[in-house]
T-cell receptor, first 113, second 113 residues
Framework: KAGVTQTPRYLIKTRGQQVTLSCSPI?????VSWYQQTPGQGLQFLFE???????NKGNFPGRFSGRQFSNSRSEMNVSTLELGDSALYLC????????????FGQGTRLTVV | GENVEQHPSTLSVQEGDSAVIKCTYS??????FPWYKQELGKRPQLIID?????GEKKDQRIAVTLNKTAKHFSLHITETQPEDSAVYFC????????????FGTGTKLQVIP
C-alpha cells in the first residue's frame, strides 16, 4: 500500500510569508503527527491529530497550526515565517497514535530567506 | 514534560564490531520506546520498539533493553555492517498514551569497512 506522502518536497519562502504543507497518511491510519527536524534541535514534536481533532501539541508558537480532514489528510500552516523556521518538516501516520508504529513521510524541506 | 537524553552523539566502529547507544528518559509514566534509523536524505524508519512490560527485545542483529527503574534503554547492534551507518534516534511516548513522542537528539553511527 502507498506510504505517507508529503507535498511539496521543497519550498523556498520569504520572511513574513505564510506556508501550508500537506501530509497524506497511509490508508486506514487516523493519527497524523508533525515534527520539525533541524541539525541543532533534532526532531521536535509539533502536534498530533486524530479524527480531525488536535490531541497533543508541542512547545511551538501559535504561528504553527494544523488541521486534519475527514479523510485523515493533514495540513500544517506556518504564518509570518522567520529565518529560524527553515527546517525539514516531517509528518508521521499511525493507526491510532497509541503505541503503534509510526510511519514517516519523506518530509518537506522549507527554506526561509 | 518528557525529556530524552541520548549518548553518544557520534559513534565509529569497525565492521563486525558491536555498537551500543544509550538513552535516558524522565517521565516514569512513559511506556513505549521506539528506535528509528534515518539514512542520509531519507525518512526515519522504525527498526525496533519495546514496551514497558518487557525488559529486552531482539530482532536478528538488533536488540533493545529497558531498565524501568533506572529509566534508561539501550540499542545494541551486533556484527555491524556498512549499511548500518545512519543516524539513530531513540524516543519515548509520554504518559497519556497518544503519539506525543519525545525524541533523543540522535546518534550518528559510522561503520568503517
Amino acid at each position: 500500500k502507498a506510504g505517507v506522502t508529503q507535498t511539496p518536497r521543497y519550498l523556498i519562502k520569504t520572511r513574513g510569508q505564510q506556508v501550508t504543507l500537506s501530509c497524506s497518511p497511509i490508508s486506514g491510519h487516523r493519527s497524523v503527527s508533525w515534527y520539525q527536524q533541524t541539525p541543532g534541535q533534532g526532531l521536535q514534536f509539533l502536534f498530533e491529530y486524530f479524527s480531525e481533532t488536535q490531541r497533543n501539541k508541542g512547545n511551538f508558537p501559535g504561528r504553527f497550526s494544523g488541521r486534519q480532514f475527514s479523510n485523515s489528510r493533514s495540513e500544517m500552516n506556518v504564518s509570518t515565517l522567520e529565518l529560524g523556521d527553515s527546517a525539514l518538516y516531517l509528518c508521521a501516520s499511525s493507526l491510532d497514535g497509541a503505541q503503534t508504529e509510526a510511519f514517516f513521510g519523506q518530509g518537506t524541506r522549507l527554506t526561509v530567506v | 514534560g518528557e525529556n530524552v537524553e541520548q549518548h553518544p552523539s557520534t559513534l565509529s566502529v569497525q565492521e563486525g564490531d558491536s555498537a551500543v547507544i544509550k538513552c535516558t528518559y524522565s517521565d516514569s509514566a512513559s511506556n513505549y520506546f521506539p528506535w528509528y534509523k534515518q539514512e542520509l536524505g531519507k525518512r526515519p524508519q522504525l527498526i525496533i520498539d519495546i514496551r514497558s512490560n518487557v525488559g529486552e527485545k531482539k530482532d536478528q542483529r538488533i536488540a533493545v533493553t529497558l531498565n524501568k527503574t533506572a529509566k534508561h534503554f539501550s540499542l545494541h547492534i551486533t556484527e555491524t555492517q556498512p549499511e548500518d551507518s545512519a543516524v539513530y534516534f531513540c524516543a519515548a511516548l509520554s504518559s497519556g498514551g497518544y503519539q506525543k513522542v519525545t525524541f533523543g537528539t540522535g546518534t550518528k553511527l559510522q561503520v568503517i569497512p
